[in-house]
């Protein structure tokens, strides 16, 4: 009685899933459920375009699910990571990154390295003068982000990266990567809200202004002693 069960079994599966997906699905597979114009619909039901909120696919999905991209487009979830960032902050416009270069030795591809700032009498002073990173190289870890000292490099959320051309504009430099904290703040409300990142950004905020004190204690005249009257 046994024989042949299986096979039965693994028939009546597929069939199911065909049945679910364009019978008794009432043919929601047929449409694009994320939104977004369509000219043909092949089954009769709501037309009503751009109405359709971002649809995501979990274990209640049935039928087929296709993103039809870009018309549709799933959400980024807020952890969701790419290429890393450099942050500079809106108040003053100061770039958090010191140089200190603890990213680039811990980048598992080593795809991103930095010169180091200069001052007017040659001395090295704690900005970077460019900073590089290799897309095509990048592999979305993130430990540069989690090492970095300064909270100076975050992970951003595009992924629209590609074009015609890598060996130049795959490149990033400094320019490219810079984005303020409002940026980032508005990206990632939850954890530019949490208690983590508020204490680091208030030990930011020490270390800034311990190297701005050190750096006017270092341009200030030396003090004159005065002369004695002779007597």
Known sequence: ????????????????????TFLLGAGRTLKRRGGGH??????????????????????????????EY??????????????????????????????CN?????????????????????SPVPLPEDFFIDMDVCMNCGLCSEYCPFDAIKMD?????????RHQTHIYSMQDLLVSSEYYAKTHPDAWASADEVTERGKVQKKKDQRLQKALAATKPAA?????AKV
């Open 102 to 122: 603890i990213c680039a030795k811990v980048c598992p591809p080593q795809c991103i390295w930095m010169t180091h700032a200069a001052g007017p009498t040659g």
């Open 157 to 165: 959320q595009n992924f629209e990266l590609s074009n015609y051309e």
């Open 1 to 20: 009685m046994s024989f042949g069960k299986g096979l039965f079994i693994g028939h009546w599966v597929t069939l199911r899933r065909f049945l679910r």
């Open 70 to 99: 870009p018309d549709e487009r799933l959400p980024v979830y807020e952890r969701f990571r790419m290429l890393p960032v450099l942050v500079y902050d809106d108040a003053d416009g100061n770039v958090r990154c010191t140089s």
């Open 38 to 67: 369509q000219i043909l619909d092949l089954w009769f039901g709501d037309k009503e375009r751009g109405s359709q909120p971002t649809i995501q696919q979990d274990a209640r999905t049935e039928g087929l699910f296709t993103v």
């Open 224 to 228: 004159v002693a005065p002369k004695t």
